[in-house]
């Protein structure tokens, strides 16, 4: 019951996305648009998803869940990448991945997030899961990605920093904590 | 069969509805009925009267609501949907302009005095933003050359310095101090041999009316074959000097924007490309071109310049 729930509230923002660019068609700048939401989505929740330990014990079961909805945002926001705004020109899209830090930056956070997302079932995930740390280096990479994608930092995102801030003092506190009990 | 004069399309607008305002206010009927037509279409009223464009490029106009509804004007706020509507509070009336520096006779003007001072003209322009959007406008203005002949330049002046105006109580980010986005006055500038060049307008509509608060009320540079940032809004003085002066974005990043800011799908934004630009409205991409498609009307002005130098 409440799983369900929370895959529908996690589908909120595709929704809104398809609604938004094919029956409102409110988005002037589509190609712009799907960026926005699906990056910003996709950050939102990886982030999310490491604050579980942190205040929301309860939800950790459904953290695999919200964790591979992340990834599913992440995927739209590279399909978005290669079909629309390179036009799925595969030679071009490699060449401006190497040419442009912020989109290598982002590549290599999604193929650790591939990685993760492959090895999230139950069986590999006791095998891999160790190696699931690899999100922190992906929360670092895309901040930056996200922040050089920009003309310049609006109050909103320089707030979105912030937030992003906080729950890294928390996290690091929270590690040092553990290593001085072992 | 009875067909009332309500459902008789005039064929003029049947054959071109898009560009009907092509026709310019001046052979305007208003007649109830193509007043509907036009609200359907999500044209504005035209008020102004001016010679119109032939488009002989045959480009494809964006429409009144994205061309108003997409700006970026960082007096009012970085979310380029939001300016629309913060832009309601500015005040444009009574607003002067000022042209002063190295001539023989300054001016100040009222804008409505200015714009029956010249003739208006409609110019189709494509329009590219550095961040890499971009679109095509139906300015209404004049040529800068115009106005910049009528003050009588001295030999020494080589180039022209523009300021939007700074009013704290009209643009909210300025009063913002050390927490503003960028510096203000927005300023900007060109070479003299770019403000007299033909293609270069003070606009002062768009699709045949009087220009929206969030496109540069009452008065904007439009410089076709530049990136966007050049085409400064809301101008209420313009200097003719002796130095290459220091734009507001140069000002703010160097490496990133320069003075010259040519469309040049050849040179890089160091973050990101500009080989491509995505068109207001569409799912699909276009190539960029080289001084934004003007090429032959400007390039002679820059061929002994490194354009990846001099960015």
């Known amino acids: ?182 | 069969m009875q067909i009332s004069h309500k459902d008789i399309t005039p064929e003029l607008l049947f054959n071109q509805r898009r560009s009907f305002l092509k026709l310019g206010a001046a052979s305007m009927i208003a007649s109830s009925a193509l007043i509907e037509l036009m609200a359907k279409e999500d044209l504005p009223l035209p008020d102004l009267i001016f010679k119109k464009d032939p488009n002989r490029d045959h480009l494809e106009l964006n429409s009144f609501k994205e061309i108003t509804s997409y700006n970026n004007f960082y007096e009012f706020t970085t979310s380029k949907k939001g300016v629309k509507a913060l832009a309601k509070q500015m005040n444009t009336e009574g607003w002067k302009i000022t042209i002063d520096g190295l001539v023989e006779k300054p001016l100040t003007l009222d804008v409505k005095e200015l714009t029956k001072r010249y003739p208006l003209e409609e110019r189709i322009y494509r329009f590219r933003c550095v961040e890499g959007w971009a679109m095509v406008v139906p300015w209404v203005g004049f040529e800068l050359r115009k106005l910049i002949q009528d003050v009588k330049p001295l030999k020494r002046a080589k180039y022209v310095q523009f300021w939007t105006k700074y009013d704290e109580a009209m643009f909210p980010d300025q009063k913002r101090g050390l927490f503003a986005t960028i510096t203000y006055p927005y300023t900007e500038g060109l070479r003299m041999d770019e403000a007299m060049h033909p293609l270069t307008l003070l606009a002062v509509g768009l699709y045949g009316k009087t220009l929206e608060n969030q496109n540069g009320a009452p008065i904007r540079l439009v410089v076709p074959w530049k990136y966007g940032f050049k085409s400064i809004k809301s101008i209420d003085r313009i200097s003719l000097i002796e130095k290459q002066p220091l734009n507001t974005w140069q000002k703010e990043n160097p490496r990133e924007f320069g003075f010259y800011a040519n469309v040049n799908p050849e040179v890089d934004h160091p973050r990101w490309s500009q080989k491509t630009e995505r068109v207001l409205g569409k799912f699909v991409k276009q190539r960029t071109l080289l001084f934004n498609g003007y090429e032959k009307e400007v390039g002679y002005m820059y061929k002994d310049m490194d354009l990846r130098k001099e960015i």
């Open chain 1, 1 to 182: 019951m409440i799983r369900g729930l929370i895959f529908v509230l996690l589908l909120i923002p595709f929704i809104y996305l398809v609604l938004e660019l094919f029956i409102f068609q409110t988005a002037i700048d589509p190609i712009k648009y799907i960026y926005t939401i699906t990056g910003a989505t996709a950050i939102t929740l990886l982030f999310f998803t490491t604050t579980l330990s942190l205040w929301f014990k309860k939800l950790i079961r459904y953290r695999r869940m919200i964790g591979l909805f992340g990834f599913f945002y992440a995927f739209l926001h590279l399909c978005n990448f290669f079909i629309l705004d390179m036009d799925g020109n595969l030679l071009f899209a490699f060449k401006e991945t190497l040419d442009k830090p912020f989109i290598y930056l982002g590549m290599i956070s999604f193929l650790l997030l591939l990685f993760m997302a492959a090895t999230s079932t139950k069986r590999l995930f006791r095998k891999y899961g160790k190696y699931h740390k690899v999100l922190y280096i992906v929360l670092v990479l895309t901040t930056i990605h996200f922040v050089m994608a920009q003309k310049s930092l609006s109050v909103s995102q320089y707030g979105y920093l912030t937030v992003i801030f906080v729950i890294a003092l928390f996290k690091i506190k929270k590690i040092l904590q553990v290593k001085k009990t072992q």
